[in-house]
């Protein structure tokens, strides 16, 4: 059997080809196999994403979303806290960047959203 990728709407496995195109028998999107190819190249690429699925680079500013507690700090990271000038690294932790009061530290972008 052919190998398929999954649709690339809803990630529905039971895909499907007509001849030319992939079809989806649960949200019914119809894509070319090229176009597949090169969507798996992009998602291949370390793009870093802020909570809301925005893309982010260096030097952008974001806003933490979530109260964050600091190790050896006696108040956490508070929400609507603005980081200037983030820089991105690889690590579990992908944001560097320095914070008013606390310094230099490591983010999670799970944690922002782009400003």
Excluded at 22 to 34: A, V
Excluded at 61 to 81: E, F, M, Q, R, Y
């Amino acid at each position: 059997m052919d190998n398929i990728p999954p649709c690339p709407q809803c990630q529905c496995m039971y895909a499907y080809s007509n001849g030319t195109l992939l079809n989806c028998p649960e949200c019914f999107h119809e894509w070319s196999p090229e176009a597949a190819s090169e969507s798996q190249e992009a998602d291949d690429s370390d793009q870093v994403l802020d909570s809301n699925g925005n893309p982010l680079q260096n030097g952008d500013s974001v806003i933490v979303i979530k109260n964050l507690p600091v190790k050896g700090a006696p108040k956490p990271v508070k929400a609507g806290t603005k980081v200037k000038n983030i820089r991105l690294v690889d690590g579990e932790h992908d944001i560097a960047c320095k914070i008013d009061g606390f310094g230099a530290m490591g983010l999670k972008s799970e944690f922002v959203r782009k400003a």
